[in-house]
């Protein structure tokens, strides 16, 4: 089986306490100090991943506190949303093990209650390798074979198209404009800039492709 893109989920953590009017603070908890304190403990998980080599198959980020829209009153909840993906079950497990104990240390130092809850995403999407070899084939024959790579893969990326290569074989594949090698923004970055001049090409690609399956017959499929 072949790698392509990562499985996902995302985490969220509720701490609660009684809020109060900023004219008395000493008078109640703030939920809002335990989720930075918890975000401060979180960046040294982080730092462990990388020191252990593990950044590579585990990245995940911590990017929403959010507590009230007032100035004058400590809020009673704050909400902390964060992600997580990886390509490695054991090391993931492991991670949100000490991602809830981290927590629960914060929370019970500074007397605040907390719910975890990690949802899941999506599973990782894994070309199968005779699937991969057909789109191989086909993309050498329409790009050239100097312009087809595996290239950046396992990619830390989230794929919904992962539901169907775990439970039927398949493969998932990119295509490029290639007009740059390096510093191209992402699907989601608000710099994206979708070349129109990839379409014609990439409709090649899958007519070929749909060309290649669909002219042997189910013995001669086997055999490709």
């Given at each position: 089986?072949?790698?392509?893109?990562?499985?996902?989920?995302?985490?969220?953590?509720?701490?609660?306490?009684?809020?109060?009017?900023?004219?008395?603070?000493?008078?109640?908890?703030d939920p809002?100090?335990?989720?930075?304190?918890?975000?401060?403990?979180?960046?040294?998980?982080?730092?462990?991943?990388?020191?252990?080599?593990?950044?590579?198959?585990?990245?995940?980020?911590?990017?929403?506190?959010?507590?009230?829209?007032?100035?004058?009153?400590?809020?009673?909840?704050?909400?902390?949303?964060?992600?997580?993906?990886?390509?490695?079950?054991?090391?993931?497990?492991?991670?949100?093990?000490?991602?809830?104990?981290?927590?629960?240390?914060?929370?019970?130092?500074?007397?605040?209650?907390?719910?975890?809850?990690?949802?899941?995403?999506?599973?990782?999407?894994?070309?199968?390798?005779?699937?991969?070899?057909?789109?191989?084939?086909?993309?050498k024959q329409?790009?050239?074979?100097?312009?087809?790579?595996?290239?950046?893969?396992?990619?830390?990326?989230?794929?919904?198209?992962?539901?169907?290569?775990?439970y039927v074989?398949?493969?998932?594949?990119?295509?490029?404009?290639?007009?740059?090698?390096?510093?191209?923004?992402?699907?989601?970055?608000?710099?994206?800039?979708?070349?129109?001049?990839?379409?014609?090409?990439?409709?090649?690609?899958?007519?070929?492709?749909?060309?290649?399956?669909?002219?042997?017959?189910?013995?001669?499929?086997?055999?490709?």
């Amino acid at each position: 089986m072949l790698y392509g893109i990562a499985n996902s989920m995302i985490f969220l953590s509720s701490l609660e306490k009684e809020g109060m009017v900023v004219s008395a603070p000493e008078n109640c908890k703030d939920p809002l100090q335990a989720a930075i304190d918890f975000h401060v403990e979180y960046r040294k998980l982080v730092e462990e991943l990388k020191s252990t080599g593990k950044w590579e198959v585990l990245k995940t980020t911590l990017p929403t506190i959010k507590a009230g829209e007032t100035h004058n009153v400590i809020q009673d909840r704050a909400l902390i949303r964060g992600s997580l993906r990886s390509l490695d079950d054991k090391i993931l497990l492991e991670f949100k093990v000490k991602v809830a104990k981290t927590l629960k240390e914060v929370c019970d130092k500074a007397d605040i209650k907390y719910d975890l809850y990690f949802g899941y995403g999506y599973p990782p999407t894994i070309s199968t390798e005779k699937e991969a070899n057909h789109v191989l084939k086909v993309a050498k024959q329409v790009y050239g074979e100097e312009n087809v790579s595996d290239e950046g893969l396992p990619l830390m990326a989230s794929e919904d198209y992962g539901y169907f290569t775990k439970y039927v074989p398949g493969a998932f594949f990119f295509i490029s404009s290639g007009k740059k090698e390096a510093d191209n923004a992402y699907l989601h970055e608000p710099t994206y800039d979708f070349e129109d001049q990839v379409i014609e090409k990439a409709s090649e690609m899958f007519f070929e492709l749909a060309k290649y399956r669909l002219s042997a017959g189910p013995d001669e499929l086997q055999r490709k």
